[in-house]
């Protein structure tokens, strides 16, 4: 079974940064694997994602702030976000690429403000 939990969320200021860790488990090993954000209100997207060979991609809006790389060895995939900006304020998940409704996890909080 494929699960995942979130962690590494918080309050930081603007142009500040965060390392999002997500453990996944063993299941998910070849799965291509994304970080999704869910702005309040809003809805949940993919802003980030590595497939299982090593590629990634980001949302534009993300391209060049985030980093997103994965350690198959300990199951772990993680989303370093610098230059935070008030916009980046959100629940942030792990799932797969596309995403199963019954694979979502806990999420962590990122809150971006002054």
């Known amino acids: 079974q494929v699960h995942f939990v979130e962690s590494g969320g918080g309050l930081v200021h603007p142009g500040g940064s965060l390392r999002l860790s997500c453990a996944a488990s063993a299941a998910a090993k070849f799965s291509d694997i994304g970080w999704y954000r869910q702005a309040p209100g809003k809805q949940r997207n993919l802003v980030a994602n590595i497939t299982y060979v090593g590629t990634t991609d980001y949302v534009d809006a993300v391209k060049g702030r985030f980093a997103i790389w994965r350690d198959r060895t300990n199951n772990r995939v993680t989303l370093r976000m610098n230059g935070l900006k008030p916009e980046d304020t959100g629940d942030y998940y792990c799932?797969?690429?596309?995403?199963?409704?019954?694979?979502w996890g806990p999420g962590t909080r990122v809150t971006v403000s002054s």
């Open positions: 799932n797969t690429v596309p995403p199963r409704a019954d694979f």
